[in-house]
């Protein structure tokens, strides 16, 4: 791109205030014709969310799109040594918290269903933080392909790094399926310990995972529990000054007091 700015040397005579301001006019109209093919929502070529993605989901995407392309690596949940299977990448959900900007359910719109009702949509955004742990036995490890073994350490180390391209790749794809944003957020300090009695090393990595959680409600349906709510608050009320409004006597007439030994003994126990 031509730059707008004078190179050394061309200060005096070669630029002019109208040539400056004719340089700075065109770069201008250039960003105006570019922008609409970027910008504008109306433009088909634009990423956009087709439906909504929850955690889990997200899980079975990755999980499903990994596996096709490392089956031997499988993508589990946490899980203890006992049932392990190395090498192998354990998910987990280490934080999930209601987005800064939307603290609760907030309107979104309103919809005429195909039943003749009205519903109304509201949504709120929460940030999740998903882990993705690559576990490998510390002694020795193989990658498919490979001719030699490596140590386990080594064997994560790749892993990991491959992991990680994999899911830069595959963040449009995310994003196209329904989650709302996925960044990258931190490699955790590598670690080994000893999961029924063996030995393994970890690798572990975190994504900040946006999700919307969706709730769509009938407005017939809120004003008729409304109604039963204030018909039971109102009969709630009628209870309570009848109570008020009975003397204390009538109760001194209709109870009666017994006193029940549960030990069978001859003096009751008060």
């Known amino acids: 791109m031509q730059s707008s700015f004078p190179f050394p040397g061309r200060f005096d005579s070669d630029l002019t205030l109208d040539s400056k301001w004719q340089s700075y006019s065109d770069s201008k109209q250039r960003m105006q014709q570019q922008d609409p093919a970027y910008y504008n929502d109306s433009d088909s070529r634009r990423l956009k969310a087709e439906g909504n993605l929850s955690y889990l989901g997200f899980v079975e995407i ?3 799109l990994w596996e096709n392309s490392y089956p031997d690596i499988p993508i589990v949940a946490t899980f203890g040594g006992k049932f392990a299977q190395y090498p192998c990448i354990a998910y987990g959900l280490e934080l999930k918290r209601a987005h800064n900007q939307e603290p609760k359910m907030r309107y979104r719109d309103k919809a005429l269903g195909d039943d003749g009702k009205y519903y109304i949509i509201e949504a709120q955004r929460f940030q999740n933080v998903v882990s993705f742990t690559v576990i490998v036995e510390a002694d020795a490890g193989k990658l498919e392909g490979d001719a030699q073994r490596y140590a ?33 957020a931190r490699r955790i300090s590598d670690t080994e310990i000893n999961m029924d009695q063996t030995d393994v090393v970890k690798r572990a990595v975190t994504y900040l995972l946006t999700t919307e959680k969706i709730n769509v409600t009938a407005v017939d349906k809120i004003e008729s529990i409304v109604a039963d709510v204030r018909q039971w608050v109102s009969y709630e009320k009628e209870l309570i000054e009848q109570a008020a409004a009975t003397p204390s006597s009538y109760y001194d007439q209709q109870m009666e007091l017994k006193i029940i030994d549960l030990n069978q003994g001859s003096t009751p126990n008060f």
């Not at 064997?155 to 944003?181: N, Q």
């Open 152 to 184: 386990g350490a080594e064997v994560a180390d790749r892993i990991i790094d491959i992991f990680e391209d994999f899911m830069s790749e595959y963040t449009p794809v995310f994003k196209k399926l329904g989650a709302s944003e996925f960044v990258y």
């Open 62 to 64: 990755v999980k499903k």
